[in-house]
Each structure stands twice: as structure tokens, then as C-alpha cells.
């Protein structure tokens, strides 16, 4: 069900949506990490493989890697000997082994985005048919995932991934949350507004979104369950959409928690008063009010709690 109405922005042009998260280039590896590639599958290392069945030339990781770059001689290539070998190895892996002592998640997009595929501890195999010949990047994890439809996230505690049901593509994507977060208020403030409405906005969009985090319970026709829609429907999630300033208003507002007697609260928001119609409750937030108050000096927690009534920001 439709919780906002009156949605503000336009949707972003092919070039914008291109824009390199928090407006930063990603580096791909530290030198330490790519001297010690050799082309071997040795202990401790993640290993790639050109072929399916573990054959053909090697790429060896011993750390994660946002994105192995297309072009020679700045991409991660594969160095063994056999089928393949000098070939970037962005979206032309087909088999894989973890020789390392922890999970190995390879994913469909860059800067670990996407669908993706674990790898256990010493597991050995092809990559499924979303990932095959479409892996852009993969991490080293430090713990246990969460998997499933539960999150691991609390009314005290921040969710560390949301799943995001990719309509137009027909796909749900367990996204890292605050990377769902910082791809979602660009596409719902405006990028240049006052430092302090995109501010209030990082609030509200990370509150709504940690909200269906605990309690969705939503489940696509087949049965995945997802706890929020990429539409306007939920919020607009587009990956890849980061700009350094709404970037920079997350990151300054992540410790903030808005609640309601104790509680996570469900951030409503929408353009405008006549817009948001019979939410004036105090549980909405007028997108063109926060940056009209922000342009008069007002500070982004006083913007908030001049809309939603009874919170709390810790």
C-alpha cells in the first residue's frame, strides 16, 4: 500500500544516475592487497576463474574489491595460465573458490550492489546464471549475514542491510542500508536545497525506511519477501544516484535515531501541505516547508520536530 503521495522530484537523467557514490571515485585496492596476486589460487585467497568448473586463467583477491575496473591496464584481470588470461575481470567469471577463512559475497553490481552469491569458507563451484559472466565486485565478509526476511536491525538498533524489491526488473536486492539510504534522498530532496532540509531529510528517509525494515511483511507474487518497494510506493531507490551532498547529510545525521515513545517512527513526507492533505497529524514532513525553514536559519532537528509531534533525537 501507497504510504506518500505527492512525490517532488523528477526522475534523475542517465547521467546523473551515473554519479559515483558520494560523488567520490571508489580506489579498487590497496597496493598491498593487488602486489600479492600472482595468478595462483593459494591459502587464504579469494579466486575467480574464467571457465566454468574451476578451469581456464585465475584472478587471486585476498581482500575486497568494489569494482575491478574495464579496461587494461588499470582493471583487475585474470594473471593465471590457460583460457582467458589478460582478460579484466569484471563480468567474465564464471567459476569460483574461497581458499580464505571467511564468507565471500560476490555481487551483481558494483560497489556491492545487487543480486549476489556467497561463497563459504573453502566452497568451490560455477557462479549461479544471475552472476555468471556479471560479477562487478565482491567482499570479504566479517560476519554473518543476515538472511531470509528477518532483518538484524532493532528499534535501538540500525538495520545493516534492507531488501528493496526492484519492480521494474522483477528482482529483490538486499541492499547495505546505509547505502539504500544515501541512494534514496537524492531521488527524494532536492541535491542543492540548505545543508539543514537535506539534513531533515536524511532523517526521515532513513527513519522510514528502518521502520519497514522491523515490520514489513510484504512478499512479491512468488512468495520473496522485501521490506520496501524502489518506487513511490515506499521511497525512490536508485542505485548508483549518491550525490556528495545529500551524501554528506546522512553521514552527519547517522547517529540521530527519531522515535516515538521509544519507538522507531514511520516518517511520512511529501511536497507540500496541500499535497500531503490528511496527513496534517504530525506524522508527515513538507519537503518545500524543510527547505523554506532551512533557508531561514532553522536547524535540522527543529525543522523535524516542527513536523512529526512527540519525537525524540538521539
Same mark, same amino acid.
Not at 526492484?166 to 542543492?192: A, G, M, Q
Not at 552527519?252 to 496541500?274: D, E, N, P, V
Not at 536547524?299 to 512527540?310: A, M
Given at each position: ?242 550525490? %556528495?551532498? #545529500?551524501? @554528506? ?5 547517522? $547517529?540521530?535515531? !527519531?522515535?516515538?515513545? /521509544?519507538?522507531?517512527?514511520? =516518517?511520512?513526507?511529501? %511536497?507540500? #501541505?496541500? @499535497? ?5 497529524? $504530525?506524522?508527515? !514532513?513538507?519537503?518545500? /516547508?524543510?527547505?523554506?525553514? =532551512? ?20
Amino acid at each position: 500500500m501507497s504510504t506518500r503521495t505527492g512525490r517532488l522530484v523528477p526522475r534523475l537523467t542517465a547521467a546523473a544516475a551515473a554519479t559515483a557514490l558520494g560523488g567520490a571515485i571508489l580506489i579498487p585496492a590497496s597496493t598491498a592487497s593487488a602486489a600479492s596476486r600472482n595468478g595462483v589460487c593459494e591459502s587464504g585467497e579469494f579466486c575467480y576463474y574464467f571457465n566454468s568448473g574451476n578451469a581456464g586463467s585465475v584472478s587471486d583477491f585476498t581482500g575486497s574489491i568494489a569494482d575491478y575496473g574495464t579496461t587494461q591496464p588499470t582493471c583487475y584481470e585474470f594473471k593465471g595460465p590457460g583460457n582467458g588470461k589478460g582478460e579484466c575481470v569484471k563480468n567474465e567469471a564464471a567459476s569460483a573458490w574461497n581458499r580464505s577463512g571467511k564468507t565471500v559475497r560476490v555481487y551483481y553490481n558494483s560497489n556491492y550492489g545487487g543480486a549476489y552469491q556467497d561463497f563459504k569458507p573453502g566452497a568451490k563451484g560455477n557462479l549461479n546464471a544471475t552472476l555468471k559472466n556479471q560479477n562487478a565486485s565482491h567482499r570479504f565478509l566479517s560476519s554473518t549475514p543476515p538472511t531470509g526476511c528477518k532483518t538484524d536491525g532493532t528499534h535501538s538498533k540500525l538495520p545493516t542491510t534492507i531488501l528493496v524489491y526492484r519492480v521494474s526488473l522483477n528482482r529483490v536486492d538486499r541492499v547495505p542500508f546505509k547505502t539504500y539510504v544515501k541512494n534514496v534522498l537524492p531521488n527524494e530532496w532536492v541535491p542543492s536545497w540548505p545543508q539543514e532540509s537535506l539534513r531533515a531529510g536524511a532523517v526521515a528517509v532513513k527513519s522510514f525506511g528502518w521502520y519497514w525494515a522491523l515490520h514489513s511483511t510484504r512478499k512479491t507474487s512468488d512468495g520473496r519477501c522485501f521490506d520496501v518497494y524502489d518506487t513511490t510506493s515506499s521511497q525512490v531507490y536508485r542505485p548508483g544516484s549518491a550525490k %556528495a551532498s #545529500t551524501s @554528506a547529510a546522512v553521514d552527519a545525521t547517522w $547517529g540521530t535515531r !527519531m522515535t516515538r515513545s /521509544g519507538k522507531i517512527m514511520q =516518517a511520512h513526507y511529501c %511536497a507540500t #501541505t496541500t @499535497a500531503c492533505g490528511a496527513w496534517v497529524n $504530525g506524522d508527515w !514532513m513538507s519537503q518545500y /516547508g524543510s527547505r523554506d525553514k =532551512a533557508n531561514a536559519g532553522w536547524s535540522h532537528s527543529r525543522i523535524l520536530k516542527s513536523y512529526y509531534s512527540g519525537i525524540v533525537l538521539d
